[in-house]
């Protein structure tokens, strides 16, 4: 299930003219479930959680759920949101890591969450994943805006990834 079957506010309703916010500006809730894959074209898992750092006003994490059966045994991930991607051509998320060194990043059960907003986790995840931690306009780490990193990925011509005053965004789609 993509973005646009859950878009029940009709915000992705006429991608044609540039007329609505997305996939510029997104709504949260239809994120929430959406695919992850890498460039192998392997699955990830899907978003299950959009983690806000509320003191610096940006998105912190994706809770991405990976592994286990029919939601038994999954192993969930903070993925740092500049990591991600969002493919408008294929109606998923990007994350340019393979599945072997996502088995390998740090994790945790669904019962035992770790505290997310303390420095140390912070930096072990943003160390995993090649990421600046805190940096309004940081880059991913292929050197690409998220969601702007390879003109394959985005169908948005309009989509430049910077803002007016031509600084980069962080952890905005």
Do not use: C
């Not at 500049?82 to 994790?107: C, I, M, W, Y």
């Amino acid at each position: 299930m993509s973005y646009l079957d859950r878009d029940t506010y009709g915000i992705y309703s006429d991608t044609t003219d540039d007329s609505g916010p997305g996939p510029r500006l997104m709504g949260a809730d239809t994120l929430i479930g959406e695919d992850v894959y890498n460039r192998q074209d392997e699955d990830l898992g899907d978003i299950k959680e959009i983690m806000l750092d509320m003191r610096q006003g940006q998105v912190a994490y994706a809770v991405l759920s990976f592994g286990g059966w029919l939601g038994m045994g999954d192993k969930l991930f903070a993925v740092p949101w500049q990591a991600l991607q969002l493919d408008t051509v294929n109606k998923r998320f990007l994350l340019d890591v393979s599945k072997e060194h996502l088995k390998n990043a740090p994790g945790f059960d669904k019962d035992h969450w770790p505290d997310m907003a303390s420095t140390e986790f912070s930096t072990e995840i943003h160390s995993f994943y090649h990421t600046q931690q805190n940096l309004g306009g940081a880059r991913t780490a292929s050197g690409s805006v998220m969601g702007s990193g390879s003109s394959s990925l985005q169908s948005d011509p309009g989509y430049s990834g910077s803002t007016e005053s031509g600084t980069g965004r962080s952890g905005n789609l």
